[in-house]
């Protein structure tokens, strides 16, 4: 079946940019969408993306996909500490979506 | 515009209970799904519902689980028998069709289920 994978600890000074990546299996994918959850909350969707698309770009939000590797990245720009949080990446399968594992942030002073 | 609404948000039920969990997708939405994310665990797909319908049960378990989307009212989620192993937190997301053909899934607070 599909899988979905990312790394799970991703730590950066308050200020710089985080990349968050994520690989996945199904290459019928037709969007592709990263989530937000913060402590004890529910999933915020942050933004998707387009499978004919390579770049989507959303305020400090830069999605890259590169359809070829099935590669996802999601960066945020001038980290904050406000940005600490898991971040799910996820994928359509049909009518249902594939979660990654998550990848925890924590972002630094 | 509220958002998806689950109650209770915490639930605690002894071994052998039944639990209930419900959810009330946003005004508009027609499509009902529920996830369960087990601990330091991404969420997994379990049913997704339309009104009145069963659209895709793949992800439920063959015994025990049960879900519904009645005409009226919430999307209820039910549990039979709860066992240990059914401690997670079972979040719900509505969505509705977009004009890009789209849908985006909104969820809900999730209702936290501890069964002791």
């Known amino acids: 079946g599909e899988d979905v994978e990312q790394s799970l600890f991703l730590s950066v000074r308050e200020g710089d940019s985080s990349v968050i990546n994520c690989t996945y299996t199904?290459?019928?994918?037709?969007?592709l969408y990263w989530y937000k959850q913060e402590p004890g909350a529910g999933l915020q969707l942050l933004t998707y993306?387009?499978?004919?698309?390579d770049m989507k770009q959303d305020q400090r939000l830069t999605v890259l996909l590169n359809k070829k590797d099935k590669h996802l990245s999601l960066r945020i720009a001038d980290t904050q500490t406000g940005d600490s949080a898991i971040y799910f990446c996820?994928?359509?399968?049909?009518?249902?979506?594939?979660f990654g594992t998550g990848t925890r942030l924590q972002v630094f002073p | 515009n509220a958002g998806v609404m689950q109650n209770p948000r915490h639930l605690v039920r002894r071994r052998g209970q039944e639990a209930r969990l419900r959810c009330s997708p946003m005004?508009?939405?027609?499509?009902v799904y529920w996830y369960r994310q087990l601990p330091e665990e991404g969420l997994k797909f379990m049913v997704y519902?339309?009104?009145?319908?069963?659209?895709?049960e793949s992800g439920m378990p063959k015994e025990r689980f049960s879900a519904e989307f009645p005409k009226e009212g919430p999307s209820i989620l039910r549990i039979q028998q709860v066992v240990r192993g059914d401690s997670a937190a079972y979040f719900c997301?509505?969505?509705?069709?977009?004009?890009?053909?789209?849908?985006?899934?909104?969820f809900g607070p999730g209702t936290r289920l501890t069964v002791t």
């Open positions: 997301a509505s969505s509705s069709w977009t004009g890009e053909d789209s849908y985006e899934q909104y």
């Open positions: 199904d290459s019928s994918s037709t969007y």
């Open positions: 993306i387009f499978s004919n698309m």
């Open positions: 996820a994928v359509d399968n049909t009518d249902k979506l594939i």
């Open positions: 005004k508009g939405h027609s499509h």
């Open positions: 519902l339309q009104k009145e319908n069963i659209i895709d």
